[in-house]
């Protein structure tokens, strides 16, 4: 549970990083625009981490709710997922890129955490279409591998999102082409 002024903290930080990435945030940055010493902000958050941690929970939660997951089988469901994303990264390039890979998001990837349930659905969805090649995990880091990389060269514009791109690679990826 977080306080208003915890609230308005986060709601800010993701201003900030729609405006000009995660990058270029700082907490002196935010505790002068809260008019606050940065002392008053360690009463809020112990660091910039656990700052970016929450944020993530907010955001992750916000996209959560934004994305029309489809029903139906695991295979759309997933499918629906990644052109989501893919959509998103078009739309809210540095939202997505800060959700995708700051620096305290990564490590919530290497580990099972209750905190981001949209995550553990991927890896149902992902462990539900796994051909048996590989392991679930292995399986798990190949969609997702897929799905970072390519919103990450939309986000840079190195390519344009392309739906049947997305959907033949998934399906080359689970066998179900």
Same mark, same amino acid.
């Given at each position: 549970?977080?306080?208003?002024?915890?609230?308005? @903290?986060?709601?800010?930080?993701?201003?900030?990083?729609?405006?000009?990435?995660?990058?270029? @945030?700082?907490?002196?940055?935010?505790?002068?625009?809260?008019?606050?010493?940065?002392?008053?902000?360690?009463?809020? &958050?112990?660091?910039?981490?656990?700052?970016?941690?929450?944020?993530? @929970?907010?955001?992750?939660?916000?996209?959560?709710?934004?994305?029309?997951?489809?029903?139906?089988?695991?295979?759309?469901?997933?499918?629906?997922?990644?052109?989501?994303?893919?959509?998103?990264?078009?739309?809210?390039?540095?939202?997505?890129?800060?959700?995708?890979?700051?620096?305290?998001?990564?490590?919530?990837?290497?580990?099972?955490?209750?905190?981001?349930?949209?995550?553990?659905?991927?890896?149902?969805?992902?462990?539900?279409?796994?051909p048996g090649k590989v392991?679930?995990?292995? &399986?798990?880091?190949? @969609?997702?591998? &897929?799905?970072?990389?390519?919103?990450?060269?939309?986000?840079?514009?190195?390519?344009?999102?392309?739906?049947?791109?997305?959907?033949?690679?998934?399906?080359?990826?689970?066998?179900?082409?």
């Amino acid at each position: 549970m977080t306080s208003d002024t915890e609230q308005k @903290i986060i709601d800010n930080t993701i201003k900030m990083i729609d405006q000009d990435g995660y990058q270029s @945030i700082s907490l002196r940055k935010l505790a002068r625009h809260f008019g606050m010493t940065t002392g008053a902000f360690y009463k809020h &958050f112990k660091n910039k981490e656990e700052l970016f941690y929450q944020t993530s @929970i907010v955001l992750s939660q916000q996209v959560a709710n934004q994305l029309k997951v489809a029903k139906g089988d695991a295979f759309g469901q997933l499918l629906s997922i990644a052109q989501g994303f893919c959509k998103l990264f078009q739309t809210a390039p540095n939202r997505m890129d800060f959700l995708f890979f700051n620096p305290t998001v990564i490590k919530v990837y290497r580990q099972s955490n209750q905190d981001f349930p949209f995550l553990t659905m991927i890896r149902d969805l992902a462990r539900q279409v796994n051909p048996g090649k590989v392991s679930n995990e292995d &399986f798990f880091n190949q @969609i997702w591998a &897929f799905i970072q990389g390519y919103t990450l060269l939309i986000k840079n514009q190195v390519t344009n999102y392309d739906a049947n791109l997305v959907e033949l690679t998934l399906l080359e990826l689970t066998g179900e082409k």
